[in-house]
Nanobody, 123 residues
Framework: QVQLVESGGGLVQPGGSLRLSCAAS????????MGWFRQGPGKEREFVAG????????YYADSAKGRFTISRDNAKNTVYLQMNSLKPEDTAVYSC????????????????WGQGTQVTVSS
């Protein structure tokens, strides 16, 4: 069992930055692919970014490319999402997820989920 706890959300002005963190329990964190998803008001959950278990491979939704960066520190059992040039449409609850296989862009490819952290982009 892996437990995931997100932090770092908040209110930020358009054009600002935030760094989200996701701390994982358990000794097998380095064996999991990790991903970030978000769910905006009245919208379905959507993929944002993913990273392989070793951190060598990263991939992004088109909406995140060039603005967001996913990274991980396996020594700290933590995955991060650096978000720059934030837009009002980035407003959502951001959740991290862990997958025992290769991860991916679909929610069904992940086995464990955090509760989420609210990000609000507004002036």
């Amino acid at each position: 069992q892996v437990q995931l706890v997100e932090s770092g959300g908040g209110l930020v002005q358009p054009g600002g930055s935030l760094r989200l963190s996701c701390a994982a329990s358990g000794r097998t964190f380095s064996a999991y692919a990790m991903g970030w998803f978000r769910q905006g008001p009245g919208k379905e959950r959507e993929f944002v970014a993913g990273i392989s278990y070793g951190g060598c491979s990263t991939y992004y939704a088109d909406s995140a490319k060039g603005r967001f960066t996913i990274s991980r520190d396996n020594a700290k059992n933590t995955v991060y999402l650096q978000m720059n040039s934030l837009k009002p449409e980035d407003t959502a609850v951001y959740s991290c997820a862990g997958g025992r296989l290769s991860g991916g862009m679909r929610t069904s490819q992940y086995d464990y989920w955090g509760q989420g952290t609210q990000v609000t982009v507004s002036s």
